[in-house]
């Protein structure tokens, strides 16, 4: 039983990866399911976790891989006019997010900045976030990607910043892809996960479980 339920696993993730990437993989399983799915969940579960580490309403809040507003929802109302900085690679997500999740009033009332970016320009949005989050980002990229994202925020983050990120902790037995891919999985080590951060002048401090549904865990940088 245990060797048909490891073969199903593996061929849900087989059948994830080709499926296509982009605005056509999204049309065929929705903005929800594309970003992962657990959408109420995840999204009340980051937005629980930044207020607990003292995110007011007159902090920045940088979202990477923002995607259809799944943590979007809970912070820009919560948040100052203006206070929520969005990015990621697909358009049509962010579109997404804004005609079907978002209330037409609060985009109006709070003005999130929304910037469609693949490769992480951080330096279009106006303001320096005090947070920052990337959930189950860099579950789906591989080093020198993660690095490139990192190279970018340094300069964005203020003394007092501080960067969430999330992984799967990997394991002896685990193999990485060898190309970033939406519905692929990363797997890294606390040194690796450390070493993201460190090599690009943050400090880094592993925190592990933070009630995660699908077990990622969590880093926190700071510079």
């Known amino acids: 039983m245990l060797t048909m ?30 970003v992962g799915g657990a959408w109420d969940e995840i999204g009340k579960l980051q ?9 007011l309403p007159h902090h920045y809040l940088l979202d990477i891989a923002c995607g259809s507003l799944r943590l979007g929802v809970h912070a820009i109302p919560y948040l100052d006019r203006g206070g929520y900085l969005g990015i990621d690679k697909e358009q049509s997500l962010i579109d997404a997010g804004l ?9 109006r009332d709070k003005q999130p900045q929304l910037i469609q970016s693949s490769d992480f320009a951080f ?8 947070f920052a989050m990337a959930q189950s980002l860099f579950t789906h990229l591989t080093p020198d990607i993660i690095n490139l994202c990192f190279a970018r925020l340094r300069p964005r983050m203020k003394p007092e910043s501080q960067f969430y990120a999330t ?3 990997a394991r002896p037995e685990t193999r990485n892809p060898k190309k970033s891919h939406d519905h692929g999985h990363f797997f890294y080590s606390q040194d690796e ?17 933070w009630g995660h ?3 990622q ?3 926190r940088y700071t510079v």
Do not use: C
């Open 193 to 209: 996960m450390r070493g993201f951060g460190t090599d690009n002048g943050f400090r880094a401090e592993y925190i592990g479980n």
């Open 47 to 55: 937005f629980d976790w930044l207020i607990s580490q003292g995110m």
């Open 217 to 219: 865990v969590m880093v």
């Open 99 to 107: 005609a079907l999740e978002l209330p037409a009033d609060v985009a």
């Open 167 to 169: 992984y799967f902790l």
């Open 213 to 215: 549904p699908r077990k």
């Open 5 to 34: 339920l490891k073969r199903a696993a593996r061929r849900t993730i087989q059948d994830l990866r080709l499926q296509p990437q982009g605005e056509r993989g999204i049309k065929i399983v929705g903005h929800r399911q594309y």
């Open 123 to 130: 330096d279009r949005f106006d303001q320096q976030p005090d």
